[in-house]
Nanobody, 127 residues
Framework: QVQLVESGGGLVQAGGSLRLSCAASGRTFSRYAMGWFRQAPGKEREFVAA????????YYADSVKGRFTISRDNAKNTVYLQMNSLKPEDTAVYYC????????????????????WGQGTQVTVSS
């Protein structure tokens, strides 16, 4: 069982930055691939970024590539999402998610492949 708690959301002007954190409970955090997703009002939850448990591989949605960076600190049981050059269209509730076990790279962009989810943190980007 893994519990995930996101933090770091808030209101920021376009062009600004935020750093989201996701703290995980559980001894086996380092064996989970971690992902960030977001959901804007009236839209489906969409993939943002993911990182493998060995920190070897990272994956990004095209819409955030070059602006967002996912990282993790397995000693602190925490995954981060550094968001730079924010745009109004980045406004959404951001969720972190954990996936245990083996997977293909394509699995990490799919909401249905994750085992645990956090409660979400609101990010609002004003124009």
């Amino acid at each position: 069982q893994v519990q995930l708690v996101e933090s770091g959301g808030g209101l920021v002007q376009a062009g600004g930055s935020l750093r989201l954190s996701c703290a995980a409970s559980g001894r086996t955090f380092s064996r989970y691939a971690m992902g960030w997703f977001r959901q804007a009002p009236g839209k489906e939850r969409e993939f943002v970024a993911a990182i493998s448990w060995r920190i070897i591989n990272t994956y990004y949605a095209d819409s955030v590539k070059g602006r967002f960076t996912i990282s993790r600190d397995n000693a602190k049981n925490t995954v981060y999402l550094q968001m730079n050059s924010l745009k109004p269209e980045d406004t959404a509730v951001y969720y972190c998610a954990a996936k245990y076990g083996t997977y293909d790279a394509d699995d990490l962009v799919k909401t249905g492949k994750y085992d645990y989810w956090g409660q979400g943190t609101q990010v609002t980007v004003s124009s």
